[in-house]
């Protein structure tokens, strides 16, 4: 039994109250950003994280064999995204409402907490363990570290049934503590760099069954007319500024979802099969060859182009000028370095 002071206490209170905010089905993502602000300044005056002011945000970042695992302070900025932070904090709420069953908590397998654990810990407040258990894992000793401290310091301990520090993509699903649930933001815009796709189709090939957060991530290819696109500021990654984009678009290039990675159960190339898409015979000198990254992260919850930086424009690898008339067979490599790739091939 932990014993929480005065302090303490009215911070449960607050989490629990913005938390119940965040969650509510009847709230927009716009409507949100005070209490996510609020949740983000929440956690950092509890955190002893230091904060990102004079510090390099690269060092102590970990290049793995499936990907770049970002360093502790930079994964602690990720909670200033508000529309990231309330679309995941949602999407992992209702996946655990669809995956509660009678008789014992969710199991919630979150890979790549951060310092934070910012998509896990609010829920904490609103559920007990007995609805909710989370095994938390990332690869920095240090996150786990103040994800623990923030965690103990809310009385929330029973909530969490492990702390592991390992690379999620050799991670060894216990059989008695097969997730129902596995969550990880361990990406970039275009699904480049992070190991997401790597880290999803390893615990997920583990866990067939269970619900996974994002439930799929798009990658779509488009030409775009980019003085139209960021013809509106945007004033910072609190939400996306009104315009009005001009696009012609050409097609879904890459998809991680269950059902693909079902689909990739035989590949052993360290490279995913990605779409052909054909670039039109003509087009106007203003468009650019482009990346959208779509995330439904579950139950309706959604990012758009430009809600945050995960769902910004992308060059096309190499940044080609195309002079019409293009097939483009794209694939996705895997390895230190992920990322979609493309060669000219014949038309179909
Ligand atoms: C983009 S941050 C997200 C942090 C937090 N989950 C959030 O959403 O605010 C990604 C985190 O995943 C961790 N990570 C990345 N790749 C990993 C891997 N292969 N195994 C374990 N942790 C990983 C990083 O160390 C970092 O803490």
């Known amino acids: 039994m932990q014993i929480l002071n005065s302090r303490d206490i009215d911070d449960h209170g607050l989490l629990r109250k913005l938390t119940l905010d965040i969650i509510h089905p009847a709230h927009s993502k716009s409507a949100l950003i005070r209490q996510v602000t609020a949740l983000r300044q929440l956690i950092e ?12 945000l690269g060092a102590m970042q970990t290049r793995l064999d499936a990907g770049l695992a970002i360093s502790p302070i930079k994964a602690a900025l990720c909670a200033r995204e508000c529309f990231r932070t309330i679309a ?7 996946a655990i409402s669809d995956a509660r069953r009678p008789g014992r908590p969710v199991r919630v397998l979150y890979a ?4 934070f654990a910012t998509l896990a810990l609010p829920l904490m407040s609103v559920l007990s363990p007995q609805e909710a258990l989370f095994t938390l894992i990332d690869i920095h000793e240090e996150s786990l570290f103040h994800a623990r401290q923030l965690i103990d310091g809310f009385g929330f301990s029973s909530h969490v049934d492990g702390y592991i520090c390992t690379d999620a993509t050799r991670y060894r699903i216990p059989v008695d503590e097969t997730p129902d649930v596995i969550i990880s933001e361990t990406m970039n815009a275009s699904l480049r760099s992070e190991p997401q796709v790597a880290i999803a189709r390893h615990l997920m090939t583990q866990a067939p069954g ?3 957060v994002p439930a799929k991530v798009s990658v779509n290819a488009c030409l775009l ?9 945007v004033s910072d990654s609190c939400g996306p500024a009104e315009r009005e984009p001009d696009r012609i678009y ?3 290039v890459f998809e991680l979802s269950t059902q693909r990675i079902r689909d990739w159960a035989a590949v052993e190339e360290s490279v995913l099969p990605a779409a052909r898409i054909r670039i039109p015979a ?14 439904d992260v579950y139950g309706g919850n959604r990012l758009l182009d430009h809600e945050s930086s995960l769902n910004l424009p992308q060059p096309f690898p190499g940044k080609p000028v195309f002079r019409g008339g293009e097939t483009l067979q794209f694939r996705y490599r895997l390895g230190s370095r992920p990322g979609l790739e493309f060669e000219y091939a014949q038309p179909d």
């Open 112 to 115: 790549g907490c951060g310092p």
């Open 282 to 295: 003509s087009f106007a000198s203003k468009y650019r060859p482009m990346l959208l990254t779509r995330i």
């Open 225 to 233: 007319h980019l003085a139209k696109e960021y013809a509106a500021p």
């Open 88 to 94: 995941f904090i949602r999407g992992l709420d209702s």
């Open 45 to 56: 005056r509890r955190s002893a994280l230091p904060g990102p002011d004079g510090l390099d």
């Open 210 to 212: 269970a619900l996974m």
């Open 250 to 252: 050409l097609g879904t």
